[in-house]
């Protein structure tokens, strides 16, 4: 076996051309001339990598906070100042039209609670329907609770209808509105109506009355204020109980078995 032939350095200079020709590269272009050959001029060492990429400089003069993250916005409290919520529910029905911290705003219009207080039976929906205009719950979800009330045979006289939310919103953010404090101000609601049941329809409600989704649709812990408790029941909301005759069939069963 014979010794590979060594090349001549123009051979390889040759063959390096060749090499980066297959790879699509033989043209190197630049702004300026450079004289690849000129010898370095005294007194200037050679460029290294590390002095084309020096290291960052420390920041100076920097206290503690100005390396801390930004402290999150503080959310503004629903109704403001709990000291200055009213302390009866006709007071408090009227204010729920005109407290401007109440919400954003919207293209749906605000809608009062409706009933008297120590009513029979209280029923709690998450927001108005979008079709109410003057009237909580005059629209086909209302049409079908009123023949549910007439199958518990119960007259709406007898019946506190309220809302969690003051107006309509297509897409409500519960975290944030929990944050916010609407299940406090729903509590204080429940207080001032002073009903002998509660029934809430609609799951995003029964965390801000302390129950946990993950229990299911059971029975909800009893509402307690000042001493006093109120039997709860949990269901889902009247949409999808209208839309669903097995989660209408579940709630039957649960009514019953409530107010045996």
């Known amino acids: 076996m014979t010794a590979p032939k060594s090349r001549t350095l123009i051979e390889e200079f040759a063959a390096a051309q060749a090499w980066w020709a297959d790879a699509g590269v033989d043209q190197d272009f630049d702004d300026l001339a450079t004289d690849w050959l000129a010898a370095p001029e005294p007194g200037i060492a050679p ?7 020096p290291p960052p400089s420390e920041p100076k003069n920097l206290s503690p906070r100005a390396n801390a993250a ?14 200055k919520w009213p302390g009866d529910l006709t007071a408090f029905q009227s204010w729920w039209l005109t407290e401007p911290s109440l919400d954003a705003g919207g293209s749906f219009p605000r809608i009062a609670p409706r ?8 029923i709690i929906v998450a927001e108005p329907e979008e079709q109410d205009s003057e009237r909580l719950l005059s629209g086909p979800l209302g049409a079908f609770l009123g023949n549910m009330l007439a199958a518990m045979g119960l007259s709406a006289e007898n019946v506190y209808f309220a809302a969690v939310l003051p107006r309509h919103l297509p897409m409500p953010d519960w975290a944030h509105l929990q944050a916010a404090g609407i ?10 109506a002073r009903p002998n049941k509660i029934c809430v329809l609609g799951r995003n409600i029964w965390p ?19 001493g006093r408790s109120v039997p709860t029941l949990g269901a889902e909301g009247l949409a ?9 069939k579940r709630f039957w069963q649960r009514w019953l078995e409530w107010t045996a």
């Open 183 to 192: 299940g406090e101000l729903l509590h204080h609601h429940i207080a001032l």
């Open 47 to 53: 460029a290294s990598a590390d002095a084309a990429n």
């Open 115 to 122: 009933g008297a207080a120590e009513a029979k039976l209280m």
């Open 208 to 226: 801000l009355l302390g129950h946990d989704l993950a229990q299911g649709a059971a029975f909800l812990p009893d509402f307690n204020h000042e």
């Open 70 to 83: 930004p402290e999150p916005a503080e959310i503004p409290r629903l109704g403001g100042e709990k000291s």
């Open 240 to 248: 999808e109980l209208l839309r669903s005759p097995p989660r209408r």
